[in-house]
């Protein structure tokens, strides 16, 4: 939901900085980091690394954090697919 919120806000014009913009793509963040089902978070992953390009937030390293999650899902659910 907080993806799509983000995705919205921004198709209206707003800024990537702006607080609501930058609280909602923290949102998704947070929520995408608590699925539990490898798989919807690995389905889910790259729409949430590419909010973040747009809109790295205020910390440092929330892209990054986001690729290396979402690599790490998806060696984990290679694993289970041999």
Request: aromatic residues 2%; proline residues 6%.
């Given at each position: ?48 690394a590419d909010l973040r390009l ?29």
């Amino acid at each position: 939901a907080w993806l799509d919120v983000a995705g919205v806000r921004l198709a209206a014009g707003q800024a990537p900085d702006a607080p609501a913009v930058e609280a909602a793509a923290d949102r998704a963040h947070h929520q995408w980091g608590r699925i539990e089902n490898p798989a919807r978070a690995c389905e889910l992953g790259p729409a949430l690394a590419d909010l973040r390009l747009r809109v790295p937030g205020r910390r440092d390293g929330a892209l990054d954090h986001v690729r290396r999650e979402l690599h790490r899902l998806t060696e984990r659910q290679a694993d289970v697919t041999r």
